[in-house]
């Protein structure tokens, strides 16, 4: 057997010593800031009015000295608001406009254990309808963009993102109808209806919706729902029909039953009589 080079060997091993430390500062994800505490509306009407709020920790665990990306799908000068809180008392108040924000001429570090960020503007239009899937728009991102001991800054490390879905008050009643149709013919579907001509007509109100035309979606809708109620009475009273005939078979059988015994009963006790 050839024995190795105790030199290749040593330089072997600092090789796979290099390359583990290496793999291990990629695989290692670097601790960023926590969200504490979140007041972000899920919904919101198209020009609208809308403000989101934000509490973050753990402001130093990586990083002394911060900056702050932010950015938001808000329209008409969105306004952001950065308190920098110690022990609950607000020690300082940052606030910039815009849908692309950096707070960097002041940057965040000690004595600050909360960072409170507000955002308020305008509900930006719907730019595609989906039904399946409610169009939402970006209410608020961050990211923090670390500071370097001599001022210098790294690369931007996302904090969190929220989403908002908007919507018109069209849209939204065609969404409520669109969905009112669909429980009902989720309803006469389990009744055992036949749905087909409800589905048909579903399927249209949700084409119309994603085509902004939100009256022909509403209308469809409610036609749809009409269907499949209808169906499913139909279907209910067929069902209770039946029931009836059910009963009344049985009690046609009880009753020759009881005639039956009553004949048997009179004819044995004639045969009876004439014995004695």
Same mark, same amino acid.
């Given at each position: 057997?050839?024995?190795?080079?105790?030199?290749?060997?040593?330089r072997?091993? #600092?090789?796979?010593?290099?390359?583990?430390?290496?793999?291990?500062?990629?695989?290692?994800?670097?601790?960023?800031?926590?969200?504490?505490?979140?007041? &972000?509306?899920?919904?919101? +009407?198209?020009?609208?009015?809308?403000?989101?709020?934000?509490?973050?920790?753990?402001?130093?665990?990586?990083?002394?000295?911060?900056?702050?990306?932010?950015?938001?799908?808000? %329209?008409?000068?969105?306004?952001w608001?950065?308190?920098? &809180?110690?022990? /609950?008392?607000?020690?300082?108040?940052?606030?910039?406009?815009?849908?692309?924000?950096?707070?960097?001429?002041?940057?965040?570090?000690?004595?600050?254990?909360h960072?409170?960020?507000?955002?308020?503007? %305008?509900?930006?239009?719907?730019?595609?309808?989906?039904?399946?899937?409610?169009?939402?728009?970006s209410?608020?991102?961050?990211?923090?963009?670390? &500071?370097?001991?001599?001022?210098?800054? /790294?690369?931007?490390?996302?904090?969190?993102?929220?989403?908002? #879905?908007h919507?018109?008050?069209?849209s939204?009643?065609?969404?409520? !109808?669109?969905?009112? #149709?669909?429980? !009902?013919?989720?309803? #006469? +579907?389990a009744? /055992?209806?036949?749905?087909?001509? =409800?589905?048909?007509?579903?399927?249209?109100?949700?084409?119309?919706?994603?085509?902004?035309?939100?009256?022909? !979606?509403?209308?469809? =809708?409610?036609?749809?729902?009409?269907?499949?109620?209808? *169906?499913?009475?139909?279907? +209910?009273?067929?069902?209770?029909?039946?029931?009836?005939?059910?009963? =009344?078979?049985?009690?046609?059988? &009880?009753?020759?039953?009881?005639?039956?015994?009553?004949?048997?009963?009179?004819?044995?006790?004639?045969?009876? *009589?004439?014995?004695?």
């Amino acid at each position: 057997m050839t024995r190795m080079n105790s030199t290749r060997y040593s330089r072997l091993v #600092a090789c796979c010593l290099v390359a583990m430390l290496a793999l291990s500062a990629v695989a290692t994800p670097v601790m960023a800031v926590n969200v504490e505490s979140e007041d &972000v509306p899920s919904e919101a +009407e198209v020009g609208s009015e809308y403000s989101a709020t934000v509490m973050l920790e753990d402001l130093f665990t990586e990083n002394q000295q911060w900056q702050l990306n932010a950015t938001t799908e808000l %329209e008409n000068q969105p306004l952001w608001t950065l308190e920098l &809180v110690d022990d /609950g008392e607000v020690m300082n108040t940052i606030t910039r406009t815009g849908q692309n924000v950096t707070f960097s001429d002041s940057t965040i570090q000690s004595p600050v254990d909360h960072v409170r960020v507000t955002v308020e503007g %305008e509900v930006p239009a719907v730019g595609n309808y989906s039904y399946a899937d409610q169009s939402t728009f970006s209410a608020m991102s961050l990211a923090q963009v670390p &500071v370097t001991s001599d001022g210098s800054t /790294g690369a931007p490390s996302t904090i969190d993102s929220w989403t908002a #879905a908007h919507y018109t008050s069209e849209s939204s009643e065609a969404r409520d !109808a669109i969905d009112a #149709a669909s429980d !009902a013919i989720a309803s #006469a +579907e389990a009744a /055992g209806a036949d749905v087909s001509d =409800a589905k048909g007509g579903l399927e249209n109100a949700k084409r119309f919706y994603r085509n902004a035309d939100f009256e022909a !979606a509403v209308t469809n =809708a409610e036609d749809a729902q009409e269907l499949a109620e209808e *169906s499913q009475g139909q279907q +209910e009273s067929a069902e209770q029909t039946q029931q009836l005939l059910i009963f =009344a078979g049985i009690g046609l059988v &009880v009753l020759l039953l009881i005639g039956g015994g009553v004949y048997w009963y009179k004819q044995n006790k004639q045969d009876t *009589s004439r014995l004695g």
